[in-house]
Every structure is written in C-alpha cells, then in structure tokens.
C-alpha cells in the first residue's frame, strides 16, 4: 500500500475508531462523573473522597459526634462532565457582618455582627438576640465579590439565606480561603486525572490502528529481507 492510500485509509477509519474508544469508555471503563469529597475546614484538608454515595454517607456517620454537623460546599462555577459533591466538618466563623438575609427574623440582623457555625450539630439551632447572636446554618457558597459569602441558616420555626462578609486581614477570610484553595488542588488533580484518561482510552483504538499498521509494515519489510536474501 503507498503512503497515500494508507493516509486515506486513516482518514475513512478515524471517525470510526474514535466513535468505537468513545463507546468503549462509556460502557467497558466509564471515567465516573460525580465524586463526593469530604473535607475538614479548621484543617483545611479534603483528604477523602469517593465516587460511591453510601460510602460517603457511612464514613459521615462513622465520625459523627453530637457536637459535630456537615456543611456543603460551593466553590466558584462547576461546568463540563466532571461534578464533585463537597462538605466539610463543623467549623465557626466569628465576627461575620449580615449583608443581605431572607425572613422577618433574618433581616433584623442586616448590618450587625454575628458568629456563624457552619455544619449544624445535632439538636442545635440558631439562637438570635441583641448581643451575640449564633447561627447555625448547613452551607457555604463563595460569591464572586471578595470576602463575601452565601450561606443557609435554620432557627426554631424559621430558615433563610444569608449573604455575610469577613474582614479581609481576619482568621476567618485565611480560613475560608484556604479552604478554598485546597478545593482547587484537589478538583485540579482530578482534572489532570480525567485529561489523561481521555488522552489514552477515547483514542485508543486510534493508536491500536497504528501499532497494527507499524507491526504490518515491518513484518512485510522483514519478510521481503528474508526472501531477497
């Protein structure tokens, strides 16, 4: 075969090829798309995950105390195939000005000064007054804005949003951006993770094309080594 025709040849076969490594991706070796990661925000570690639901929930439970809750997570935008499931352990915020609230109760505390628990401990609910006021709420979602913050809180009879800011030279803003960061690290990798995956099973029956090709090619040249003597 000329060079030409086998370049023709590659050129009908990729598409083909290409569709066969998708197809075998997705049903013999699916890369999983949803992971749930948990994480510890005092530490600012998320060194466990898992890409099965029940194992996530059993090791919650294995170090569940009643003075520990668990709080999702929302760091920055999440787009493409790949979508992680984060929380972390109880951790307090202290000194967090209420920006914005929702609820009668909630928006009394626009402006004013609260500590926050993020991850509610069983049986804990928010305790509202005029001097130190503590929430308890079950999320943490990063805003666009420095230092700002969504959260949920819950109280008795009552439940909200609350949109809260740190001071920026604060422990809590070091906190929460490390926390952050060690997010990032670990969606990071698990990005590379899912680049190299692509890079060698989608295309596979693409390279398994060559490497038949080369081992023809150089059987038909030794053959004809031999016969010419």
């Not at 030279?169 to 190299?196: H, K, T």
Request: hydrophobic share 40%; net charge neutral.
């Amino acid at each position: 075969m000329t060079p030409r025709k086998y370049w023709r040849l590659f050129l009908v076969s990729v598409v083909p090829l290409l569709l066969l490594g998708f197809a075998f991706g997705a049903l013999v070796f699916p890369y999983p798309r949803h992971r749930y990661v948990l994480c510890n925000a005092n530490y600012q570690q998320c060194n466990r995950w898992t890409n099965d639901y029940e194992q996530f929930e059993a090791v919650k439970t294995s170090v569940a105390k009643d003075d520990v809750g668990w709080f999702w997570i929302s760091e920055g935008f999440v787009t493409g195939y790949l979508e992680d499931s984060i929380e972390s352990k109880t951790t307090g915020i202290f000194n967090a000005q209420i920006v914005e609230a929702g609820g009668e109760t909630l928006k009394s505390l626009v402006g004013k000064t609260v500590d926050i628990s993020l991850g509610i401990p069983k049986n804990k609910r928010s305790e509202v007054a005029e001097v130190g006021t503590l929430l308890q709420c079950d999320r943490l979602e990063y805003l666009l804005q420095e230092a700002h913050f969504n959260t949920y809180c819950y109280g008795e009879g009552w439940n909200g949003p609350v949109e809260f800011t740190v001071p920026t030279n604060s422990g809590d803003f070091q906190l929460l951006q490390r926390l952050r960061f060690e997010i990032e690290r670990v969606r990071s990798d698990r990005r590379w993770d899912f680049a190299l995956y692509c890079l060698i099973v989608l295309p596979m029956f693409v390279y398994l094309f060559f490497a038949i090709s080369g081992i023809t090619w150089l059987t038909a040249k030794a053959f004809k080594f031999v016969r010419n003597g």
